[in-house]
Nanobody, 121 residues
Framework: VQLQASGGGLVQPGRSLRLSCAASGFTSDDYTINWFRQAPGKERKWVSCISISDGSTDDADSVKGRFTISRDNAKNTVYLQMNSLKPEDTAVYYC???????????????WGQGTLVTVSS
């Protein structure tokens, strides 16, 4: 199993960015993709998740209404659309796979490499 996160970059406050997480090696759709982020000097925190099988989603309160997670099963890719970005959204963003949506890092079975998002004017 491999997860490949991409799409990070430098963006101004209030602008948008879309992250992608390309998954490979899964033999069924019975898993979830969870996005986490880790700001400089802080612990990694859960952001959002989506069930690959039924598309159900959940988001952390800090991003509700601004971030939208979606999937394209034909491309084996999950997206994190981030709108109205704030400087406090600056972090390395990681995608991870687990059997169920979970905010716990230890529950994740696989991790992708991170992609850096910097929100700054």
């Amino acid at each position: 199993v491999q997860l490949q996160a991409s799409g990070g970059g430098l963006v101004q406050p209030g602008r948008s960015l879309r992250l992608s997480c390309a998954a490979s090696g899964f033999t069924s759709d019975d898993y979830t993709i969870n996005w986490f982020r880790q700001a400089p000097g802080k612990e990694r925190k859960w952001v959002s998740c989506i069930s690959i099988s039924d598309g159900s989603t959940d988001d952390a309160d800090s991003v509700k209404g601004r971030f939208t997670i979606s999937r394209d099963n034909a491309k084996n890719t999950v997206y994190l659309q981030m709108n109205s970005l704030k400087p406090e959204d600056t972090a390395v963003y990681y995608c991870a796979a687990a059997f169920q949506c979970s905010a716990y890092r230890d529950y994740q079975s696989y991790w992708g490499q991170g992609t850096l998002v910097t929100v700054s004017s």
